[in-house]
């Protein structure tokens, strides 16, 4: 049944990537609330495929944001395990849009990858594991039960699927969950992830004077936003780039020999971060390994400014306000509830006076560790190992994934945490790809997974 | 004849505000080429103006940027002194829009005042010497030469008028020029400036990695260029306000005790400012008093920032690069050639390795000192006294007018600095305006400074 269902996976190839291909079209920007009929369209693409190869109970269920798309097989009978399979449907925004060769949402091949928004998150990974179903349903019988939960607000913070998954805590009852959301580092390496680092995003506003001013006539009396959120930001990082939040690192646990074992082998070394990057030279604490930076400890990024004028030429405005996006990514054992109090703590002990701030959470996450010994990620890594023919790779990512921590808070189960996007393939950047025979062997992998579930 | 110029101007004030507003109603936007139309519209409206009223050998003269529009009358003869009249047509861009009550180029009459962009700086005063000038051709004859030299550049750093004035030294030649671009308090306090600080205007981008990142893949591994560029901007200043690019107060000359007498009578006080601006309290060197910090002392602003991603919600970037515009205001005898060598040098010794850095210098103009003894100096203040009732101010004022300096350098003459715009007339910001009593006295103004120069 193995030999077959493989098969039919090889035989199916093409007609999996036209698929693909059909599903990256939509623009599925959950941010975004104009592109929420985009939202719908993909959700019922998505329950039709799950109905197409046998899955039942096939609904698109509401939540507070964008819905969930849900369906399940049971005949495997209570004695199997049950597997929950994750994924999400909605993709970043493709900004800047001048730096696309092609088109965000017009798929294009070109050598051994797939490029469009989405590609590699996630909906290849997604892709992958309804064919790899797909195949074993075809193929004779499915020896484990199957749940599907496919949200739609991922790359938002996966706000309401908490509220949802407490709600539902029945229907979505399984042993563990399968999460082709993670990534491994490159074609050659299979690697699960055992680790993932948490996130608390803010939006910061510093205001000023009631108005933009005109910087001749009232430069030099009045504090200028702009600087004053500046020198906010400055102070968050000493020289050394630690950061300087009160309390950020109390809770940050120490990095254990074995630990430190697994992210030697890491392909994430200064040779490849350069190259990944493109960055003149590497940046960070220089007591860890760019792997561990990454993996193990926090950190405090800007991810946005914004203050005055800021078109082609020269406008001399004294800004009226000035805004940042800043998020930090937490290690257990931080949270994103502390960091919230150490970053208002911080404004508060901070800000002059001279200025008003407004210090907006907007999501988060908290960090999270899978034993190397569930059940999921034993039958996981032999089938990589199967597929690709050489050892696996434990990793801790930087990467955070909110379901990770939500199912460990609600349903008691851990994550398999892997995936067919590589460290290259420019998630969130444009020019996003999925590197297509990575997706062949995922599929593969994921026939195998099951098979060894039995 | 005095009377009855001023006559026909009370006679057609119905008359001027409809022209002023017609002129208002074309957006002639220098810094943005889509309104490169309507830069055209302007001076040809204005090359009409001239020519009505008699003056001769009107042209719209081409510069390597927007044109300039000359007129002349020379019948007054050589006994008689030159004027030359400065001004600019061109406005600052309207944005941000919806912070209008009324649309920026649909000129709205509302209690005293007349809202539209350009109204205050400086279409109004443009218009209120066509119209004086044109009241007192209308009314016998006019005392002294005249010549009109009306710019496009104005908002955009005057770049090309300096080889203009280089270029036509004959035909511009003068006794002094007249230029009612720098404003008076308010509506009670007629005023002259006899000082402008000067400007040098930058736009810095710090480029990191070679494209956007996510920030868990990579976060901690790569220096953030909006953090790089942060840590530079915050360096600028230290903790008390003072600049701290290298050797920038070397040249900065002690305000006098005769100047600090005049600062003492300005209207701009700590009470006059907090209202005007609505910023929380005042800011600035301590030492100095507010009209001080802003006629007497240097600063470096930010006027924009922009990186990684502004829109509404969040995005875990890690950006590519970071942009802020930044300005000094200069006073005697700072240049902005030396201040662009100090910010090379600051950023020289200051910008980190692992970052790349480019600063582009937009434009700039040196300070400006104007003796209280000059000849139309002395006849202006006059004028303004004997319409206002009261004693004038003379003021050193904290914006920058280019063409000062450059008629200094190349005519060697010196600048009548007043206006009709107002420290409240929110030039450069939403809701821009005239108040159109000022308007109305500035037109009488400049009829009695006609005569006065007789």
Known sequence: MLEKALGYAHENQDRFLTELKEVLTIPSISTDPDHNPDMQRVAEWLASQLRSFGMNNVQIMPTGGHPVVYGEWMGAGKSAPTVMIYGHYDVQPPDPLELWTTPPFEPSVRGDNLYARGAA???????????????????????????????????????HLGDFIKNHK????????????AGIPNADQPSIS???????YFELRVYGPAKDLHSGLFGGTVHNPAQALIELIAGMHDKNGKVMLPGFYDKVRRISKKEHQNFLRSPLNKKSVLEMTGAPT?????????????????????????????????????????????????????????????????????????????????????????????????A???????????????????????????????LKVDSVLTGF???????????????????????????????NLK
């Not at 290849?124 to 739609?152: Q, T």
């Not at 055992?194 to 608390?200: D, F, V």
């Not at 054992?333 to 407004?358: F, G, H, N, S, V």
């Not at 210090?359 to 960090?367: D, I, M, N, S, T």
Request: proline share 6%; charged share 25%.
């Open 121 to 159: 998150d996630m909906k290849g990974p997604v892709l992958a594991s309804l064919k790899a179903v797909e195949a074993v349903m075809k193929s004779g019988k499915m020896p484990v039960n199957i749940k599907w939960l496919i949200e739609g607000e991922e790359e938002i913070g996966s706000d």
């Open 170 to 181: 029945e229907l979505l009852a399984c042993d563990f969950c399968l999460n082709p959301d």
């Open 194 to 200: 055992t680790g993932l680092r948490g996130l608390a």
């Open 282 to 378: 590497l940046w960070g604490e220089p007591q860890f390994l760019p792997a561990e930076r990454i993996g193990g400890r926090p950190t405090l990024e800007v991810n946005g400014l914004l203050s005055g004028f800021t078109g082609s030429g020269s406008k001399t405005v004294l800004p009226a306000w000035a805004m940042a996006k800043i998020s930090c990514r937490l290690v257990p054992d931080q949270t994103p509830e502390e960091t919230i109090r150490q970053m208002k703590k911080y404004l508060k002990e901070k800000a002059p006076k001279d200025i008003k701030w407004e210090l907006q959470y907007l999501h988060g996450a908290g960090p999270a560790l899978v034993s190397e010994e569930n059940v999921g990620v034993k």
């Open 380 to 410: 996981m890594s032999k089938a990589m190992e199967s597929v690709w023919g050489k050892p696996l790779l434990f990793q801790r990512e930087g990467g955070s994934i909110g379901i990770v921590v939500q199912l460990q808070k609600y």
């Open 421 to 451: 996007a590589l460290d290259d393939s420019d998630v969130h950047s444009p020019n996003e790809k999925l590197h297509l025979p990575t997706f062949y062997r995922g599929i593969d992998a994921l026939i195998h997974f099951f098979y």
